[in-house]
């Protein structure tokens, strides 16, 4: 129903920034929210950034002030800007979308794009 597409991963520095992009395709008419969860290597998967219908964002409390999720809804994309990156935020980034329609909730994923921080 809903198709998510992820991009712009890849290995930086730290200091460095990346500007992560996650194309919708399908039914997404009925999309209520967006937001991006990262996952680490043998560590569970949390949740980055949100952002809701009216635009009202939420983040982890490690990314707040380096990290920026906005979306354009001409483009059906959503974006996480991503600045003064640590080696901590090293993990595959993930793009998710909940969509509500009638009295049922569904969620959909991408397939992720690896984000490196290294020196």
């Known amino acids: 129903q809903v198709q998510l597409v992820e991009s712009g991963g890849g290995l930086v520095q730290p200091g460095g920034s990346l500007k992560l992009s996650c194309a919708a395709s399908g039914i997404i008419t009925t999309i209520y929210v967006m937001g991006w969860y990262r996952q680490a290597p043998g560590k569970q998967r949390e949740l980055v950034a949100t952002i809701a219908s009216g635009d009202s964002t939420n983040y982890a409390d490690s990314v707040k002030g380096r990290f920026t999720i906005s979306r354009d809804n001409a483009k059906n994309t959503v974006y996480l800007q991503m600045n003064n990156l640590k080696p901590e935020d090293t993990a595959v980034y993930s793009c998710?979308?909940?969509?509500?329609?009638?009295?049922?909730?569904?969620?959909?994923w991408g397939q992720g794009t690896q984000v490196t921080v290294s020196s």
């Open positions: 998710n979308a909940v969509r509500l329609f009638l009295n049922s909730r569904f969620d959909y």
